[in-house]
Nanobody, 129 residues
């Protein structure tokens, strides 16, 4: 069974940058979209960004727009999240997720956890001085 494996989390000072990666474990991996979510302690899981796997078009939450950039490498079955100008409120566990065949979610669902059926284990990002 395909697994998503995140990496790249860590401790960074405010204003710093991190790059998260999420790779699918199987070369036969197929997806309609991949997204990033985050969950801070005591909070609900929150949408961060997503990319349409075929077209490369992207969507972002307002809280990260202009600071974070999502990208994908189809040959490596990997999605990235470049996070710049990090703030303490970005501290959370970051999860990647995939919307896999056979049923494609509608675009609006990609903003919610409901739009994805495969999840990674999460990677911790801590922004603190």
């Amino acid at each position: 069974q395909v697994q998503l494996v995140e990496s790249g989390g860590g401790l960074v000072q405010p204003g710093g940058s991190l790059r998260l990666s999420c790779a699918a474990s199987e070369r036969t991996f197929s997806t309609y979209a991949m997204g990033w979510f985050r969950q801070a302690p005591g909070m609900e899981r929150e949408f961060v960004s997503a990319v349409n796997w075929a077209s490369g078009s992207t969507i972002y939450s307002n809280s990260v727009k202009g600071r974070f950039t999502i990208s994908r490498d189809k040959a490596k079955n990997t999605v990235y999240l470049q996070m710049n100008s990090l703030k303490p409120e970005d501290t959370a566990i970051y999860y990647c997720a995939a919307d896999t065949p056979p049923t494609r979610s509608i675009l609006s669902s990609w903003y919610t956890a409901r739009g994805y059926d495969l999840w990674g284990q999460g990677t911790q990002v801590t922004v603190s001085s």
